[in-house]
Nanobody, 126 residues
Framework: QVQLVESGGGLVQHGGPLRLSCAAS????????MSWVRQTTGKGPEWVSG???????SYADSVKGRFTISRDNAKNTLYLEMNNLKPEDTARYYC????????????????????WGQGTQVTVSS
């Protein structure tokens, strides 16, 4: 069965870095677009970044220039390198699989994602 397992979250100071990982299994990882989504308590989920099968990324304006998404298809792993973290980046971060392999763009609508991990908490202290 499809599994997505995030890791790497934690407590970090304002301006610090953190690297998240998402280990995928149960499907052919290299065939799917993948994204990171975050959610803060009391707010709806927010699409953060996505990457297509060729490795081309896309970012929300709020993280552009600070976050870098990448993938290692040999390791079936998705990454999110986060730099210059701000308190407003505090959230639970989820990796998600884009459901439709025929879509040739990175979807920002969350309904386009069919599998999600359990998430990893990132807390940025001010």
């Amino acid at each position: 069965q499809v599994q997505l397992v995030e890791s790497g979250g934690g407590l970090v100071q304002h301006g610090g870095p953190l690297r998240l990982s998402c280990a995928a299994s149960g499907f052919t990882f290299s065939n799917y677009y993948m994204s990171w989504v975050r959610q803060t308590t009391g707010k709806g989920p927010e699409w953060v970044s996505g990457i297509n099968t060729g490795g081309s990324p896309s970012y929300a304006d709020s993280v552009k220039g600070r976050f870098t998404i990448s993938r290692d298809n040999a390791k079936n792993t998705l990454y999110l390198e986060m730099n210059n973290l701000k308190p407003e980046d505090t959230a639970r971060y989820y990796c998600a699989r884009q459901r439709d392999m025929r879509l040739k763009y990175i979807a920002t609508q969350l309904a386009e994602y069919d599998y999600w991990g359990q998430g990893t908490q990132v807390t940025v202290s001010s």
